[in-house]
């Protein structure tokens, strides 16, 4: 399964940002992709999550309010937009698929992973 994310970018404090995740080789029915970010020095952290079964969603604490997860079945693919931008934010971006139900949280949960698409706030 290849997943390839695009839209990351320089944005200043309080801009937006709206990333795709395309994974057009998911055949199941039932599976959800999850948005992760790593920053320099931290480790990998969960930021949101759609399950393709219900549609249920997932926000870290950190970007509730400001982030929304959307998907598009039909071609597979899965859109985060980020509103209100803080440097905070800043970070490596990945998505990545788990085959099952419900919307998991943990990192090693998830079974295959995009490269990642850099997103830089600046105050």
């Known amino acids: 399964v290849q997943l390839v994310e695009s839209g990351g970018g320089l944005v200043q404090a309080g801009g937006s940002l709206r990333l795709s995740c395309a994974a057009p080789?998911?055949?199941?029915?039932?599976?959800?992709i999850g948005w992760f970010r790593q920053a320099p020095g931290k480790e990998r952290e969960g930021v949101s999550c759609i399950s393709s079964s219900d549609g249920s969603t997932y926000y870290a604490d950190s970007v509730k309010g400001r982030f929304t997860i959307s998907s598009d079945n039909a071609k597979n693919t899965v859109s985060l937009q980020m509103n209100s931008l803080k440097p905070e934010d800043t970070a490596v971006y990945y998505c990545?698929?788990?085959?099952?139900?419900?919307?998991?949280?943990?990192?090693?949960?998830?079974?295959?992973w995009g490269q990642g698409t850099q997103v830089t706030v600046s105050s």
């Open positions: 990545a698929v788990f085959y099952g139900l419900g919307c998991p949280t943990l990192v090693d949960e998830y079974d295959y």
């Open positions: 080789g998911i055949t199941l029915e039932d599976y959800a």
